[in-house]
Nanobody
Framework: VQLVESGGGLVQPGGSLRLSCAASGFTFSSYHMTWVRQAPGKGLELVSSITNGASTTSYADSVKGRFTISRDNAKNTLYLQMNSLKPEDTAVYYC??????????????WGQGTQVTVSS
């Protein structure tokens, strides 16, 4: 099983980034997926989740209206479009599989993370 994030970097406040997570080694289309972030010196924060068929999404209040999660099951890839970025969005962003039960997520597989830094 492998999850590989990409697309992080340094961006100015108000800017945008699109993160990608390429999945392999498991049946991607069967699993709900989640983006999780960890800011410097802080704990893990669930950012956004999406069902296996992309019919349902959820967002943390801190990113609602600014971030959009999506997936392409044909390409085994998860995305996170991040707009109107703020300095407080600075964190390492991880993608994780969240199992097959939307109401009882199990974060079995994790990527290595990609750094997002929002600074002028």
């Amino acid at each position: 099983v492998q999850l590989v994030e990409s697309g992080g970097g340094l961006v100015q406040p108000g800017g945008s980034l699109r993160l990608s997570c390429a999945a392999s080694g498991f049946t991607f289309s069967s699993y709900h997926m989640t983006w999780v972030r960890q800011a410097p010196g802080k704990g893990l924060e669930l950012v956004s989740s999406i069902t296996n068929g992309a019919s349902t999404t959820s967002y943390a209040d801190s990113v609602k209206g600014r971030f959009t999660i999506s997936r392409d099951n044909a390409k085994n890839t998860l995305y996170l479009q991040m707009n109107s970025l703020k300095p407080e969005d600075t964190a390492v962003y991880y993608c994780a599989s969240s199992g097959t039960n939307w109401y009882i997520p199990q974060y079995d597989y994790w990527g290595q993370g990609t750094q997002v830094t929002v600074s002028s």
